[in-house]
């Protein structure tokens, strides 16, 4: 059975109705370009689709939708941020945004950012292993303790950024 295509405008709706932010059309048409990508895309990637919105509209836009948790910002190494907002696909098909901490991969070749869907949370999580009495470290508390000992005790990580760089598919091929 073929699947239909996803609404990305009607998805876009639903998430901005069901999170604290105010819905407008600016903020929907930008989710929605989000969450139709296949990669991260740069604030003039967005302009260069929505050509009729203005740059501080989308500024604006891209900044509530990160603020809100609707979309994430990625920092690459040419100084440029990029934006996703994935959608995983449920069971029944049904797509929604995913919000937790995951992966990147980086093409070093066209600059290209694509989340690393499927990351095991577990990683990430910090206190998962030690509440199932499992003497076994999460990634988190790995970092953490080497953090505190090359910086020394006081450090306390918020956050950690996976990113695998590389070549995407497209440039691994022209490389052929």
Not at 15 to 31: E, F, G, N, W, Y
Not at 75 to 86: C, E, I, L, M, P
Not at 143 to 163: A, C, N, P, R, Y
Request: include cysteine.
């Amino acid at each position: 059975m073929k699947k239909n295509a996803p609404d990305f405008q009607s998805l876009a709706e639903e998430q901005l109705r069901s999170s604290s932010l105010r819905t407008t059309d600016a903020r929907i048409r930008v989710l929605a370009t989000l969450l139709g990508a296949r990669h991260a895309l740069s604030h003039q990637d967005v302009q260069d689709k929505l050509v009729d919105m203005d740059r501080v509209t989308l500024y604006r836009a891209l900044d509530g939708l990160t603020d809100a948790g609707l979309a994430h910002k990625i920092s690459g190494d040419d100084r440029v941020f990029r934006y996703n907002a994935g959608v995983e696909e449920t069971e029944a098909g049904h797509g929604h945004a995913h919000h937790h901490q995951h992966g990147h991969f980086k093409c070093t070749r066209c600059a290209k950012v694509f989340c690393i869907d499927n990351v095991d949370e577990k990683l990430f999580n910090t206190d998962m292993d030690s509440k199932q009495g499992n003497s076994s470290l999460t990634l988190r508390q790995q970092l953490q303790k080497i953090l505190q000992s090359t910086l020394g005790k006081g450090f306390q990580s918020h956050e950690v950024e996976l990113t695998i760089k590389g070549w995407c598919a497209e440039c691994a091929l022209q490389a052929k």
